[in-house]
C-alpha cells in the first residue's frame, strides 16, 4: 500500500489515504490514480476541503492530485474545471480575504460560494441567521456549506432580537406600507445584514456577499445596512455580476464544480418565511387577475375551513409594546409564535396585494401575517382610548413616512430613528388590554380597557354631567364656524 497526503497551505487540515500501488501513477509533479479506485470517491467527496492541494480529472479516466496549484478541481466526464487556491491566488474579477456570505443553503447561495472563490480568490465563511424561517430550513446547513467550499459555517439565533428590536418598533409605529403590507421581509432584512457584518468583523472578513437579485428591494435593505454599520465593508452582489441567467444556469455550475444540487423540490413560488410572516410571489400570482390557489398557503387555514365558533384572545399591551396573551407574560418572539398559531388556524392575516417596489416596478404578492394582524389590531385599538385627536393624526402621517424608510432598507437612517423616538414617547400611556373576537378570517374588537385611558363615561354619556354642559357647545359651533359663515355672507353680498 502507498500514503496519499494531500496538506493543506492555508489550514490546519490534513487528508490522509492509503491505496493499492497498482492504482497510483506517478511522476514528478503529480500523484495519480485510477478512477474506479476507493481514493477516487473519496477525494471527490472531500475536495472542496483541500487548502494546497488541487484534484483534477485525467479525461475522466483517473483522478490526480497536483501540489500547490489549486483548491480544487472537478471531474466531469472529458471536462476539467478548476478554483485554484483561494488564500494565494487573485481570481478572476478581483481579490479579497475573507467574505462573509449571507447563506440559506438552497441552489443560488451554493454556488455563489464557489463563484465567489473562483472570481476573488478568497475564503468563504457563510453565514445563516434564524428569524423564525422554520427549523427544516436549519438542518444540514454545515454539510451543505462545507460542501459547496465554504471554510465555516455561522448561524446566529436572531428571533428574540428581531422581534423586539425591529418588529415590534414598526408596530409601535403603525407603519403600513401602501395600506396593506406589514413590512415582513423588510423588517428581516436589517437584523440579518447587522449580524453579517458583526461576524465579519469576528472573521476578520473584508467583504460580505448577498444573493439578492438586480430586480429585488432586498439588495438595497441590506447594501444600505452594510454602508451605515461598516462603509469599510466591499459588497458583492453575484447576481449583479455573473452570467448565470436561471435556474438550469446555476445547475449546470454547480455540477461543474462539484457542489451537490439541493434535491428539494423546487417550489414554483418564490418565498420568504420568517417569525412575523410568510409571502408569496411568482407563477399564477404575476398576473393580477389570477386567484391564489388555496394550496399556496402555508402558515393559515382557510377561513371557509376555519373552526366553526369564534375564540376570543385578549393582548396586553405597556407603552405600546405587547406584552402578554390572556394574562401570560412572555418574550417577544414567544408571543409572536403563540399568536401565529391561533390566528393561523382562524384563517387570520391573508393579504393580497399589488406594491410598488423601491426599484421602480410593481409587484404582485400575497402574505400571510397571522400574529402580526392581531398585534397590529389590538395596538391601534388601544391607541383609541389613549391618543387625542392631534397627535393621533400626527402619528398617522408619520407612520406612513417611516414605513416608507422601513420598506427602503433605511433602518438605520438618522430619520427613522428620530421618528422612533418620537413614538417612543408618544406611546408611554398607551398601556391596556385589548379584547379581540377570532372568526373566520376576521378580527373584531369586543373591548378595551387602559389605566391611562382619555376616555370618560362621566363625560361621553347622553345623560347630563358635571363637566360638560350641552349649551356650551352653541357658542362653541358659532365660532368654529364662522369662516365659513363669513364666505356665505360674501358670496351672498351681506
Not at 320 to 345: M, T
Not at 403 to 421: I, K, T
Request: hydrophobic share 40%.
Amino acid at each position: 500500500m502507498a500514503q496519499l497526503k494531500a496538506i493543506s497551505s492555508s489550514s490546519s487540515l490534513n487528508l490522509s489515504v492509503h491505496v493499492p500501488k497498482r492504482d497510483l501513477f506517478l511522476s514528478s509533479n503529480n500523484v495519480s490514480f485510477a478512477k474506479n479506485s476507493a481514493l477516487f470517491q473519496e477525494l471527490g467527496a472531500r475536495n472542496s476541503e483541500l487548502q494546497g492541494d488541487a484534484v483534477e480529472s485525467n479525461r475522466g479516466n483517473a483522478l490526480r492530485v497536483r501540489r500547490h496549484k489549486g483548491i480544487q478541481v472537478v471531474a466531469s466526464g472529458d471536462k476539467v474545471t478548476e478554483v485554484y487556491e483561494a488564500t494565494k491566488t487573485k481570481g478572476l474579477r478581483g481579490k479579497l480575504n475573507k467574505v462573509v456570505l449571507a447563506y440559506s443553503g438552497g441552489l443560488d447561495t451554493s454556488v455563489i460560494v464557489p463563484w465567489l472563490r473562483e472570481n476573488y480568490g478568497c475564503e468563504v465563511v457563510c453565514f445563516t441567521a434564524d428569524v423564525g424561517q422554520g427549523v427544516g430550513e436549519l438542518e444540514g446547513l454545515e454539510q451543505k456549506a462545507k460542501a459547496s467550499g465554504a471554510c465555516q459555517l455561522v448561524v446566529k439565533d436572531l428571533q428574540e432580537e428581531f422581534v423586539r428590536d425591529f418588529i415590534f418598533p414598526c408596530l409601535r409605529a403603525g407603519a403600513i406600507y401602501e395600506r396593506k403590507y406589514l413590512l415582513g421581509t423588510s423588517m428581516a432584512r436589517p437584523v440579518i445584514a447587522k449580524a453579517m457584518v458583526d461576524v465579519a468583523k469576528e472573521v476578520g472578513a473584508d467583504a460580505v456577499a448577498h444573493g439578492c437579485t438586480g430586480k429585488g428591494n432586498d439588495q438595497v435593505r441590506f447594501e444600505l445596512t452594510f454602508f451605515a454599520l461598516n462603509p469599510e465593508l466591499n459588497v458583492v452582489a453575484p447576481w449583479r455580476e455573473w452570467d448565470i441567467t436561471g435556474r438550469e444556469d446555476a445547475i449546470e455550475y454547480a455540477k461543474k464544480h462539484n457542489v451537490p444540487v439541493p434535491v428539494t423540490k423546487k417550489s414554483i413560488y418564490s418565498r420568504d418565511r420568517n417569525l412575523w410572516h410568510l409571502s408569496h410571489e411568482g407563477d399564477i400570482l404575476e398576473d393580477p387577475a389570477n386567484e391564489p390557489k388555496e394550496d399556496m398557503y402555508m402558515m393559515s387555514t382557510s377561513p371557509e375551513a376555519a373552526p366553526e365558533k369564534p375564540e376570543y384572545v385578549e393582548i396586553g399591551i405597556v407603552a405600546g409594546l405587547p406584552v402578554s396573551v390572556n394574562g401570560e407574560k412572555l418574550s417577544p418572539a414567544s408571543l409572536l409564535s403563540y399568536l401565529n398559531e391561533i390566528g393561523g388556524k382562524h384563517g387570520i392575516g391573508r393579504v393580497d396585494m399589488v406594491e410598488n417596489r423601491l426599484v421602480g416596478m410593481k409587484s404582485r404578492g400575497v402574505y400571510e401575517t397571522p400574529g402580526g394582524t392581531i398585534l397590529f389590531t389590538a395596538a391601534r385599538e388601544l391607541e383609541s382610548l389613549t391618543l387625542d385627536r392631534e397627535t393621533m393624526q400626527v402619528k398617522d402621517s408619520l407612520a406612513l413616512k417611516y414605513a416608507e424608510l422601513v420598506y427602503a432598507g433605511r433602518w438605520f437612517d438618522p430619520l427613522r430613528e428620530s421618528m422612533d423616538a418620537f413614538m417612543e414617547k408618544i406611546t408611554e400611556t398607551t398601556t391596556g388590554v385589548v379584547r379581540l373576537k377570532l372568526y373566520k378570517g376576521s378580527v373584531s374588537v369586543v373591548g378595551r380597557t387602559s389605566p391611562k385611558s382619555l376616555y370618560r363615561e362621566d363625560i361621553s354619556s347622553f345623560e347630563s354631567g358635571q363637566i360638560y354642559d350641552q349649551a356650551d357647545a352653541a357658542g362653541f359651533i358659532r365660532l368654529y364656524g364662522l369662516p365659513m359663515r363669513v364666505r356665505a355672507m360674501l358670496e351672498k353680498g351681506i
